[in-house]
């Protein structure tokens, strides 16, 4: 939360202010002390964790595929049911998860880490996913229970999963993407779900 953004505000300041000290003489800024380093990567695991939270609803310690693909959907890649079987089984080999695919924390942190991986996220994306998720349970615990919001375009779909994709008709795609974007199944999209269209690019 505050404390959070606070050390991270706190270690890119002084990383900035030495930088500036160096703009002068022309020389590369000094590299962030070990201290700094250390209180960002804190700060990676804390949103990290907050991340995994957030999605294990049951409080097992453990994610499934359903909460693996909460965590897709928010980052932008909503997909009818055949395709995210095809996704996870590529994402659970490619990161090596287990033969159930269950996910511990030090696995999720791993596939944000993973820049060539389906969900590489910085900082301030992993900030969007926990606040976005945060305000999900707070919205349920109210009685007012809504839809999660893309917090951004990051996922990036398997190589098998795209030529899965390939095959399929391109109405089938366009009317499951309206179906996804369609919650309250209305038949319309309105404002609010052309606002949720456009966060996905």
Same mark, same amino acid.
């Given at each position: 939360?505050? #404390? ?28 962030l002390?070990?201290? !700094?380093?250390?209180? #960002? ?5 804390e ?7 957030? #999605? ?12 693996v ?55 301030? %994306?992993? !900030? ?5 998720? %945060? ?54 999209m309105?404002?609010d ?6 966060? #996905?690019?």
């Amino acid at each position: 939360g505050t #404390l959070t953004r606070s050390r991270a505000a706190t270690a890119r300041s002084r990383a900035a202010s030495r930088a500036g000290e160096k703009e002068d003489t022309a020389k590369e800024p000094d590299p962030l002390t070990e201290e !700094e380093r250390q209180a #960002l990567l804190q700060v990676r695991k804390e949103l990290a964790d907050a991340v995994f939270d957030g #999605l294990d609803a049951g409080a097992t310690g453990k994610l499934g595929s359903d909460d693996v693909r909460e965590l897709a959907d928010l980052l932008g890649f909503a997909c009818d049911d055949d395709v995210w079987e095809e996704e996870f089984k590529e994402v659970a080999a490619a990161c090596q998860w287990d033969a159930q695919g269950q996910v511990t924390k030090e696995q999720l942190m791993a596939l944000f880490d993973r820049e060539d991986g389906p969900a590489p996220c910085d900082n301030g %994306k992993l !900030e969007d996913l926990a606040a976005e998720l %945060k305000k999900r349970q707070d919205d349920a615990q109210n009685g007012t229970p809504r839809p999660s919001r893309v917090v951004g375009a990051v996922w990036k779909c398997s190589p098998e999963t795209q030529a899965f994709l390939d095959k399929t008709p391109r109405e089938k795609l366009i009317q499951r993407v309206f179906e996804l974007l369609d919650t309250s199944d209305s038949g319309f999209m309105g404002e609010d779900t052309l606002y949720k269209y456009a966060l #996905l690019f």
